[in-house]
């Protein structure tokens, strides 16, 4: 049953200490996104990748947070120096796109890692 | 950005009764998508559909993509217990060439038996 896999499930961390997301994608897949959902922003995509290259991280604060693909099993994202603000449930995610000649959108989601920042 | 508007924001409704919630876009989505989130869990893909005009069932579920491809609608016949999440649209926008997905706010779907 292949799904994408993300750790840690929860972290507790204090404010302006370094936080690190993990993601390992569906093998196969060849693009990998990272979103982040809030009460009141809702899911917001944040960066992805395509064959482990960034394609947009325009949704990503870039003075504090960094996402990199170190191999196409790992897709890191990482947060230095965290504030409370950055508290959300940080979702990875992965596709197949394009899936040959074929137009595919679909994404399929990690369970999150939810983050809190005290 | 583009945005989605997705409603209604809530449902309670009974057990065993037809839903329908939509979502529409001020700009053109090539492609959409519907996601059920279930409590601590990621969204888990429903339906996907890539055509204007598109009408695709899955089980219970049909979706459509409006000729317009600005909207799309997700209807729930016989609603059971395990319907019970909350239900995102999510959009493809055509212009750019980006590939990530903008999603609506969703709609929180309650059942009572």
Request: aromatic letters at 10%; one cysteine or more; a negative charge.
């Amino acid at each position: 049953d292949a799904r994408v896999t993300q750790t840690p499930r929860d972290k507790v961390t204090e404010m302006g200490q370094e936080v690190t997301m993990r993601c390992q994608p569906i093998l196969g897949h060849n693009t990998v996104f990272w979103y982040r959902q809030t009460m009141m922003q809702g899911l917001e995509l944040l960066a992805y990748f395509r064959n482990r290259a960034p394609l947009d991280d325009s949704g990503m604060p870039k003075d504090r947070f960094s996402a990199e693909m170190p191999d196409a099993t790992l897709a890191t994202l990482k947060i230095q120096p965290s504030e409370p603000r950055d508290s959300a449930v940080y979702f990875c995610a992965s596709g197949l796109v394009p899936d040959g000649d074929r137009v595919n959108a679909e994404a399929f989601f990690g369970q999150g890692t939810r983050l809190t920042v005290v | 950005g583009q945005q989605l508007n997705q409603s209604p924001q809530s449902m309670f409704i009974q057990e065993g009764e037809d839903v329908s919630m939509n979502c529409t876009s001020s700009s053109i989505f090539n492609t959409w998508l519907w996601y059920k989130q279930d409590p601590g869990e990621g969204p888990v893909l429903l339906i996907a559909l890539y055509k204007a005009g598109e009408l695709t069932s899955n089980g219970r579920l049909t979706a459509q993509f409006g000729i317009t491809r600005k909207d799309s609608f997700l209807n729930i016949s016989a609603s059971i217990p395990s319907d019970v999440g909350i239900y995102f649209c999510a959009g493809r926008f055509s212009g750019g060439g980006a590939d990530g997905l903008t999603f609506g706010k969703g709609t929180h779907l309650i059942i009572q038996p």
